[in-house]
């Protein structure tokens, strides 16, 4: 029998759903290679649904998300919504509902992509971000005391437990393990100035890498991260860090490896529904344009099948993506790349229906 995928896909706002519609041709092409089948539901979540249904995301819906193998996701976020609403009440949401606790982020310098990075090529600008994606900073967890009066006070905790660092710890040195490359782990913290949440991360760091004689381990704080990281990005194998530090350090890494068009994560529960998106976000002034990059949204999709075990069209996906990047594109940038966004989508098509297995 055909191994059939449900993909739950939310295309989103502004151009979510331009540059979703490409990445859902490289997967049916994909797919069609290698005999699995993928079957899509649609769901109209995003600020745009909001505005017309005063609707996040409610409990009937998650319950269908559920029955989801993986997450599918263009992009939330609407001018005309306050900061906050959409990315608790649906992204966030979404990450503690599924419990998704890794946030993973690989950082590539594919080649025939800038960076601005001087005297760098894609020789050193390959390493992956593993970020904490369900505690630290991220809880909601604090509060106001006399709001408003001039003697506020506003709290906002980092929680950290031994469970949730612990796991995130173990994936990354898994992740390490199968990525087979410089089989070097380095923890990212700031164990000088937070002497509690990172004493813990640190400790962990230890007795987990015990498990793990073949992989070398690392420490810098995260200031130092954001140097190195311009500096010698060549350094840099697999980062893991806690949810704060990583959502900074993995927008600086996206800049390097080429920016918002190329950058692609996955919000990961190992055991369980798994989300993946392309980092850019909605872009609402260039809607309906096609001018908006897919490869990020490609690679997205390349990120999800490599995590639901389809390593094999993963990869051929990624190497459509290659080519693209390294023989046609003219530049990444939105508007620049002198194609349209579906242009893009069916030069990767292309390329995975024509190569060979
Ligand atoms: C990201 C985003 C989110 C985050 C926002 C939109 C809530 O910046 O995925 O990195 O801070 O995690
Ligand atoms: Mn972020």
Known sequence: ??????????PGDGTGPEVIAEGI??????????GFRLAYENYSLGGEHYKK????????????LSRSDAIYLGAIGHPDVKPGILEKGILLK????????????????????????????????????????????YTGAGGFLKKGTSDEVAIQESINTRKGVERCIRYAFEYCRKRNREKKLTLCGKTNV?????????????????????????????DAICMWM???????????TDNMFGDIISDLAAMIQGGMGIAAGGN????????????GGSAPKYTGMQVINPIAAILAAHVMLETIGEEKAALLIENAVKKVLRDDLKDVAAGKM?????????LVKKYIVDSEL
């Open 194 to 222: 937070l002497t509690y949440a990172f004493d813990l991360w640190e400790r962990t760091f230890r007795d987990v890498s015990k498990e793990y004689p073949d992989i070398k381990t690392d420490y810098a704080n995260v």
């Open 94 to 137: 979404l990450r503690f509902h599924f419990d998704q606790y890794i946030n993973l982020r690989p950082v590539r310098l594919y080649d025939g992509v800038e960076t601005p990075l001087k005297n760098k090529g894609p020789e050193h600008i390959n390493f992956t971000v593993i970020r904490e994606n369900t505690e630290g900073l």
């Open 230 to 240: 311009v500096k010698n990005p060549e350094w840099f194998d697999v980062i893991v």
């Open 268 to 279: 990961i529960n190992p055991l369980g529904i798994s989300m993946f998106e392309p980092i």
């Open 25 to 34: 041709k490289a997967l049916d092409a994909v797919s069609g290679r290698f």
């Open 1 to 10: 029998m055909t191994k059939e995928y449900k993909i739950a896909v939310i």
């Open 53 to 64: 249904t005063g609707e996040l995301l409610n409990d009937t819906v998650l319950e269908s």
């Open 338 to 346: 002198g194609y349209t966004t579906s242009e893009v989508g069916d």
